[in-house]
């Protein structure tokens, strides 16, 4: 017949032979203990008491620490009259790691003394369980015993030498904690190798809680979230991999996880212009073509100017085109001055959902990939643009200039228009330098706007026109485009700072709030000391360090550097929405409808400037960033060039001009370096993706 457990366990603690109770809290040097703390459970041996706090030799490489007692266990006491030893595998109790591997535990016997223990409902000392699970009390069964117990076991309670077996009830909340620590540790395993193998993964085959956290990278790179707000264990990862917040580290993880485009800009995360526009607002922008056709409230009294031979200039990518110029010769024998400008406000109604999508950009972007257009592309391209031979709405302004070159007879109406020719600069150059007397158009326009660029100069104006070089990427490869200041440049931007002015005086005239455009007077050096440097890049360099940031406000105001008593910029509706807003203000005053006052304006300006400012900066780092890679794919490469200014000579940084780059940049320049000095830049060290460019200049 079965005995039962309680008879059963007598019969086994009577079979054991008792020395030393092992419960003891007193210890003394030899003694082999078992240690917890927060970093596992070790063996060692007592090397010496101090106090409260005991000297060990801890596990078979014999560390010496020193730790409190209340986080030792008694597992054996030294047998009396042995030696003190110098380690677990020293003599008493010459143990090894292959006895104490808990793995070599019989899951039977386990399970055996669980039950018995449980009928019983008895609390046993660590000899005792011993004996049933390690089958025998020697030192290295006792060890064993102590290390089962205080690991991750969950069947028994274990406390002070005392050992309890758990109820099946207790069991399985218990289980259901450690299958999930047992999960959440997996998560954080599979997390670290990922970030360790740092190889391209799919994340849509990853965990949606992997996922996350690559989006917090992701969000922590493009400065949307602080380090502090990312999840714990993603900060503890950051910091394992020596990462910590270095946002040009990470940036270079997550490249080399296949999640982050090397060229992707970090400021355009997050903005408006980074998701596109919706499918909504692009639907919008369908029905708003369609509509073009129809007729639009103030068409019929638009005034025809189709007949007229206008023209419009551009780049040859350009396919926006916002303005264009007309002459008409009249019968007095003067010439009067056209200038037409696309009228995006006939479909674009005030607050519609395009509209405050504009508002949200401020303006396009011109990247170095290609262009973030205001307006869906459709519309931008489309009905707005000024295209050949294509009957257009506009805003027409038209001004007669005196033998001076002073504005003198102008207005400004709403109109058709249906531009005759495109050309780009380079075409429109040629034309102006043959005048063909079949189409002289192009040579007296030149004439009538060079006269006026000289009024300006005249006042003050300060004509700084250089070659640029900005870096393009087509088909994924840099390269270096240079625009020339050629006549037909010049022509047309005089054109539209003439068109500015002209909208300013009308405000003026009318008592109208616009968005204008000034800047604070500047204090030049002497024309002497301007006269001793060179002229071209290094006079002009001396001249912008004096001149101050321009200004937006709805007062009227002189702008310094184009020498106008007032200015308002109007000419590009399609890539500016404070073009679009004087156009409106416009609009309001001829109609005799209710212009917005100027407190209000000022509180849109305020709104839409500062997505300005946000795509200006998006816009420089997109052009800093390329520049970035073209140097890295030209790092043996020299340029003459020429030391313009000092930035800051403490750290001996200069301004100098490449000339065959058609770039002013920044370069470490020799110490007694004057502005003019002849000097050949090198690369010093070019990273991309680090966010890195030095160049270093030596006397040449």
Not at 456 to 483: F, H, K, Y
Not at 575 to 593: C, F, M, N, P
Request: aromatic share 6%; proline share 5%.
């Amino acid at each position: 017949m079965r005995s039962s457990a309680p008879a059963l366990l007598l019969c086994c603690r009577s079979s054991i032979q008792k020395a030393d109770p092992l419960a003891s809290s007193s210890l003394h040097p030899g003694d082999l203990v078992g240690v917890q703390e927060s970093k596992g459970i070790h063996l060692a041996v007592v090397e010496s008491l101090q106090g409260s706090k005991a000297r060990l030799k801890l596990g078979f490489d014999r560390k010496s620490v020193v730790l409190p007692l209340r986080q030792l266990d008694l597992i054996c006491p030294l047998p009396v009259g042995s030696e003190v030893p110098n380690g677990l595998g020293a003599l008493p109790w010459q143990l090894t790691a292959e006895q104490v591997n808990i793995s070599c535990l019989d899951r039977r016997s386990w399970v055996a003394a669980w039950v018995l223990l449980l009928e019983s409902d008895e609390t046993v000392e660590i000899e005792f369980f011993s004996d049933l699970v390690c089958g025998g009390t020697s030192p290295a069964q006792l060890a064993l015993a102590w290390l089962a117990l205080t690991g991750p076991q969950l069947w028994f309670r274990y406390k002070q030498n005392q050992i309890k077996a758990r109820s099946a009830e207790e069991l399985k909340p218990l289980r259901r904690q450690q299958r999930r620590v047992a999960l959440e540790q997996l998560k954080e395993q599979r997390w670290k190798n990922l970030l360790n193998a740092r190889q391209k993964v799919d994340s849509q085959n990853l965990p949606e809680a992997l996922r996350d956290r690559l989006e917090q990278l992701k969000d922590l790179v493009s400065g949307s979230l602080d380090f502090e707000q990312l999840e714990n264990a993603v900060q503890q990862s950051l910091i394992g991999l020596r990462l910590g917040q270095d946002r040009a580290d990470i940036r270079l993880l997550l490249v080399d996880l296949g999640l982050w485009d090397p060229h992707q800009l970090v400021s355009i995360a997050g903005t408006t212009w980074s998701s596109g526009f919706s499918p909504a607002l692009l639907e919008e922008a369908q029905r708003l073509v369609e509509l073009n056709a129809s007729e639009r409230p103030g068409d019929s009294s638009r005034v025809d100017l189709c007949h007229q031979r206008c023209v419009t200039i551009d780049d040859e990518e350009t396919r926006d085109i916002d303005d264009g110029l007309a002459l008409e010769r009249r019968e007095d024998g003067t010439q009067r001055l056209w200038i037409h400008i696309a009228d995006p406000g006939r479909l674009i109604e005030v607050d519609s959902a395009l509209d405050l999508e504009a508002r949200r950009r401020g303006s396009s972007l011109y990247l170095a990939k290609g262009n973030l257009p205001m307006f869906p592309e459709s519309l931008s391209t489309g009905p707005f643009s000024l295209k050949a031979r294509m009957r257009t709405a506009a805003w027409s302004i038209w001004v007669e200039l005196t033998k001076e070159g002073e504005i003198g007879d102008h207005g400004i109406e709403r109109s058709w228009v249906q531009p005759t020719y495109r050309l780009s600069y380079e075409d429109a150059d040629e034309l102006i330098e043959l005048a063909p007397p079949e189409d002289p158009d192009l040579a007296e326009l030149d004439a009538l706007l060079s006269l006026r660029r000289d009024y300006r100069v005249s006042n003050g104006a300060l004509l700084m026109d250089l070659p640029e070089g900005r870096i393009r990427c087509r088909d994924a490869q840099p390269s270096l485009e240079i625009s020339e200041p050629g006549r037909s440049r010049q022509m047309v931007a005089e054109a539209m700072i003439l068109a500015g002015a002209v909208v300013a005086r009308f405000a003026e005239l009318h008592d109208l709030a616009l968005p204008f455009r000034s800047q604070l007077p500047a204090e030049l050096p002497p024309n002497s000391e301007l006269e001793a440097l060179p002229a071209g890049a290094v006079r002009f360099a001396a001249i912008k360090r004096c001149l101050s940031r321009g200004l937006m406000g709805t007062q009227p105001a002189a702008h310094f550097s184009l020498g106008l008593a007032s200015y308002a910029q109007a000419t590009s509706p399609i890539r500016r929405y404070g073009d679009l807003v004087v156009q409106r203000q416009l609009e309001a005053q001829l109609s005799k409808q209710e212009p917005i006052n100027r407190d209000d304006l000022q509180i849109l300006l305020n709104d839409f400037d500062a997505s300005v400012r946000e795509g200006i900066g998006i816009s420089r780092e997109d052009q800093r960033h390329w520049q970035q890679v073209w140097f890295e794919q030209h790092q043996d490469a020299q340029w003459n060039a020429q030391f313009l200014r000092w930035l800051r000579p403490q750290d001996q940084l200069g301004l100098v001009r490449i000339e065959d780059l058609a770039m002013d940049v920044a370069a470490e320049c020799p110490r007694q370096a004057e502005p003019g000095d002849a000097v050949l830049i090198k690369v010093q060290h070019a990273d991309s993706l680090r966010d890195q460019l030095r160049l270093m200049a030596i006397n040449a």
